[in-house]
C-alpha cells in the first residue's frame, strides 16, 4: 500500500482533526525509529498512521479498538503490520507485543500525546523543545495524566534508550510541523 493510500482509507473514517494529527504524528515517529533501527520507513510510517483507523466505530468499546482496525486491514496490510495495530491496545484485545515494530507502535503513538502537550505549554511550541523537560513531564504523574509512561517506557523493549527515544520522537515530530 502506498502511503497516499493508506491516508485516503484513514479520511475514510471521518476521524475528528484531532486524531488526524495524533494519525500524522505517529506516522512521523515510526519513520524516524525505522530509520533508525534501518526498517522500511514507509511501512513503519503507514503502521503509525493507521493505528487508530477504526477508532471512530470504537470510542465507545475499547475492547473492539485493534479487532475491528484487523478486520479492516486484512489483505490491505502484511500481516505483521496488522498484528502490531492490534496489539498496540493489547490491554483490551489480548494481542500482546512481540516484536520491535510492536513496542515502538506502542511506545511512539503514546508518546505523541506527552510530546504534544508539552509543546501547548511553551511559547515556542516544538521549537527548541529538549529530552530533559519531556522527562520532567514524565515524572509529573498530573501532567497528560492519561499518557501512559509505562508504554513510553516499552521503547526499551523495541531496542531503543529512553533519552535517544524522546530525542528521536522530538525530531520526528519537529519536523512533520516544519
Not at 170 to 177: F, H, L
Request: hydrophobic residues 45%; charged residues 25%; contains cysteine.
Amino acid at each position: 500500500m502506498e502511503r497516499e493510500q493508506a491516508f485516503a482509507l484513514l479520511t475514510a473514517e471521518q476521524p475528528e482533526p484531532h486524531m488526524v494529527q495524533h494519525a500524522l504524528a505517529s506516522e512521523a515517529v515510526m519513520q524516524r525509529l525505522a530509520e533508525h533501527f534501518g526498517e522500511d520507513a514507509l511501512l513503519w510510517g503507514i503502521t503509525g498512521l493507521l493505528h487508530d483507523i477504526d477508532f471512530p466505530h470504537t470510542r465507545e468499546t475499547p475492547e473492539q479498538h485493534g479487532v475491528q482496525a484487523e478486520a479492516m486491514l486484512a489483505g490491505k496490510l502484511a500481516p505483521e503490520l496488522v498484528y502490531a495495530i492490534k496489539a498496540h491496545n493489547s490491554e483490551y484485545t489480548g494481542a500482546e507485543p512481540k516484536t520491535r515494530l510492536d513496542y515502538a507502535l506502542r511506545a511512539a503513538e503514546t508518546v505523541t500525546g506527552l510530546i504534544a502537550a508539552a509543546a501547548l505549554m511553551r511559547p515556542t511550541g516544538m521549537e527548541g523543545m529538549e529530552v530533559k523537560s519531556i522527562k520532567k513531564k514524565m515524572k509529573d504523574k498530573a501532567f497528560a495524566a492519561s499518557v501512559s509512561r509505562e508504554r513510553i517506557r516499552e521503547c526499551e523493549q523495541a531496542g531503543v534508550p529512553l533519552d535517544t527515544f524522546l530525542a528521536l520522537s522530538i525530531e520526528a515530530m519537529q519536523g512533520q510541523q516544519a
